[in-house]
């Protein structure tokens, strides 16, 4: 065959140093409000208000110091670790119910199958505030209004049906000849996922853990309608408070201290970047 008319490597499509500047300009402009709130946090109310741009006149550190003190009793350290509280055993109870769950859809045959995933997933379409004068009735029968529970505890029994119908996908792109292989060794169904699925399942599970992370900690709703004790409070409601805690409002301080409240994210994002990357743009691996 003449290779005389084929294209040259890196022609096709046009020029690649065109594709990465426009993919930089892409990228300036989607992180130009993340520089502008870093830069923000060193001005003052009058250049917050008056300047465009994110290059302060000078570094001052003084917000970061006022705004982790906040005008309450308790620190940032507090919020920050109440945070931690819901989201660590939040996650941990999400990857639990949300594997076992998408398991059971995956793998295996029983009555009703295709009737209960549908209605799993049309659960996805209700709108969340639908369901919040229910849950608090519940819970305030139940005793557990101004404690962590009504944030956790609904997590457990896969409440989350995103990250199910994520893990149904992904494990349906997953080859059976090992679990196969391992049911002729006399494994059950439990040494099955531990063994064989979950190992398989890590980069799907680091997306859930990411996902969850995430939208737990940026959580306002939730904390608002179930706590009622400030020294409870996670991160977003006490950046709410400082917003409105005086009249005149240091919006250097606000911005300083969600500069430090996006570090966490920003963390468990880049630390999990490949895997999260891998299970959520995949659905399985090729056999």
């Not at 920050?80 to 398991?103: E, G, K």
């Not at 639908?130 to 529970?149: A, C, K, N, T």
């Not at 009622?228 to 300083?256: C, D, F, H």
Request: hydrophobic content about 55%.
């Amino acid at each position: 065959m003449s290779t005389a008319n084929a294209p040259a490597p890196g022609s096709e499509g046009g020029h690649p140093w065109v594709r990465y500047l426009a993919l930089v300009l892409v990228a300036l402009v989607m992180l130009y409000p993340l520089f502008w709130l870093i830069g923000a946090s060193f001005k003052s109310n009058g250049e917050i208000f008056t300047e465009v741009g994110f290059w302060p006149q000078r570094f001052d550190f003084s917000a970061y110091a006022k705004g982790w003190k906040t005008s309450t009793e308790y620190t940032f350290a507090t919020y920050f670790l109440n945070s931690f509280l819901i989201t660590i055993p939040r996650i941990i109870v999400t990857v639990i119910s949300c594997v076992l769950v998408a398991y059971a859809f995956a793998r295996f045959e029983f009555w009703g199958k295709k009737l209960l995933f549908s209605i799993m997933v049309g659960t996805m379409m209700l709108p969340l505030i639908v369901l919040r004068l229910p849950q608090y009735l519940v819970f305030r029968e139940l005793g557990w209004l101004d404690s962590y529970l009504p944030l956790i505890v609904p997590s457990a029994f896969a409440t989350d049906t995103f990250f199910i119908f994520m893990l149904v996908q992904f494990l349906k792109g997953i080859p059976r000849d090992m679990e196969e292989a391992a049911q002729i060794d006399g494994c059950n169904a439990l040494q099955l996922l531990w063994h064989i699925i979950v190992p398989l399942l890590k980069p799907a599970i680091v997306s859930v853990i990411v996902f969850q992370f995430i939208w737990t900690m940026n959580d306002f709703m939730g904390p608002l309608i179930y706590l009622a004790s400030v020294e409870k409070y996670p991160v977003s409601l006490a950046l709410k408070m400082s917003i409105g805690a005086t009249e005149e409002v240091e919006w250097a301080n606000v911005i300083a201290i969600s500069v430090v409240a996006l570090i966490p994210s920003v963390a468990v994002f880049f630390a999990a970047q490949k895997h999260f990357i891998e299970g959520a743009t995949s659905s399985g691996v090729k056999g």
